[in-house]
Structures are given as structure tokens and as C-alpha cells.
């Protein structure tokens, strides 16, 4: 019987803690904008689109974190089932292997089990969306010209999470009544990130038909 999703997806199961909006800022009025439009069951294509006279920073930096903290959540729900065991690879089937690489401890690509690669890949992501510089919140702080690019690492590196996910460990997924939050939060990140063209579409093909 499939489990109520408050029990599935609950605090105590995060598997880091979750980045929130500052009440009053713009950042907050955008997510609460974006929220809503999800909430009304409107077509996941349109919900996506940039709201007329926003800035495009600022709706992307809003779906970024809000991505990190869904995304993060749904590894930490089923992170029980992600072993040094079962997956002593991060992949995504026999054809997708992904290495870790950042700018000090693995300075080239590197072997990393899953649940690794998880480990340095939401260490990596909050600590960038906790920099000022990168992801600024004060008002009238432009974003850095490399901002889009920095996303684009980001949101790519994400990508490779729902690609294990669904390919190694979506029967667990079902098996906690999981499916439909699951799927709806992948389509809601594929068609935000096709809207602004920010993930390569090669790096896509691993699920390349789980939209339809």
C-alpha cells in the first residue's frame, strides 16, 4: 500500500538542510509567484516561463535553490537504499558513468561511489548558493557575470541525480508510494531547463524519454 507523501518526504529525512528565502526580499516574492503557479495545476510548460518584466537571474537563482532543495530531499528519502554496496559506481546503467571533479580536493575526474558523489555534490551546490558573490541577496547586488554558467554546472550535475535515481533505485521510489512526486518534480526541472537551454542536450539522453 503506498505510504501518505508527508511521511515519505518529511524533515526528518532531508538529506541536507534546506535553503529558504528571506522574507520581504524579491528572491522570496518570486518563489512564493512560482509556488503558487505549481500549486494552481497549471501546464508544467507554462509555469516555467519567465513572468513579464522579472529578471531572468533572479527566476533562475529562485529554481536553482528550490531544485536543490527537492532534489536533495528525494536522494535523502531513498539514500537507505544508495550504498557503498549497491552502488559502488555513480551511474546511470551500464552505459553513464559520472566522476567527481571540483577545484580542491579532486582536481581531476574522479571514481566515486554513489553515495560519494552525492556527498561532494550537495556540499559543492549549497556551499555556491551560500556565497554572496555567486548568489546574492542583498538588493541592488548584481549577479556575477558567470552566473548563468555556474547554474548550468549545477543544474547539470542535479540531472545526473534523477538519472541514477530513476535507473538504479526507482523501484524503491514506487515501492514508498513515491512515483508521482518523483515524476512531477523531474518534469518540472526538464522543461525549466530546456526553456532557458541550460543543461547540454547530450547530457540528457539518458532519459531522454521519461517526459513522455
Given at each position: 500500500m503506498a505510504l501518505c507523501l508527508k511521511q515519505v518526504f518529511n524533515k526528518d529525512k532531508t538529506f541536507r538542510p534546506r535553503k529558504k528565502f528571506e522574507p520581504g526580499t524579491q528572491r522570496f516574492e518570486l518563489y512564493k509567484k512560482a509556488q503558487a503557479s505549481l500549486k494552481s495545476g497549471l501546464d508544467l510548460k507554462a509555469v516555467v516561463?519567465?513572468?513579464?518584466?522579472?529578471?531572468?537571474?533572479?527566476?533562475?537563482?529562485?529554481?536553482?535553490?528550490?531544485?536543490?532543495?527537492?532534489?536533495?530531499?528525494?536522494?535523502?528519502?531513498?539514500?537507505?537504499?544508495?550504498?557503498?554496496?549497491?552502488?559502488?559506481?555513480?551511474?546511470?546503467?551500464?552505459?553513464?558513468?559520472?566522476?567527481?571533479?571540483?577545484?580542491?580536493?579532486?582536481?581531476?575526474?574522479?571514481?566515486?561511489?554513489?553515495?560519494?558523489?552525492?556527498?561532494?555534490l550537495m556540499d559543492w551546490i549549497e556551499m555556491l548558493i551560500n556565497n554572496e558573490d555567486i548568489f546574492p541577496t542583498r538588493i541592488g547586488v548584481p549577479f556575477p557575470k558567470q552566473f548563468q554558467q555556474v547554474c548550468t554546472k549545477i543544474l547539470t550535475r542535479l540531472f545526473r541525480v534523477f538519472v541514477h535515481v530513476y535507473i538504479h533505485h526507482f523501484d524503491s521510489i514506487i515501492n514508498m508510494g513515491a512515483e508521482a512526486h518523483v515524476n512531477t518534480c523531474y518534469k518540472h526541472f526538464y522543461y525549466f531547463i530546456r526553456e532557458f537551454s541550460l543543461i547540454d542536450h547530450r547530457e540528457l539522453e539518458p532519459l531522454v524519454r521519461m517526459p513522455q
Open positions: 516561463q519567465l513572468p513579464p518584466g522579472e529578471s531572468i537571474n533572479d527566476w533562475i537563482a529562485v529554481h536553482v535553490v528550490d531544485f536543490f532543495n527537492r532534489i536533495n530531499l528525494i536522494y535523502g528519502t531513498m539514500s537507505e537504499y544508495c550504498t557503498e554496496k549497491s552502488c559502488p559506481i555513480m551511474s546511470g546503467g551500464l552505459k553513464y558513468e559520472y566522476r567527481w571533479q571540483d577545484d580542491s580536493k579532486y582536481k581531476k575526474p574522479t571514481k566515486l561511489s554513489a553515495p560519494q558523489y552525492m556527498c561532494m
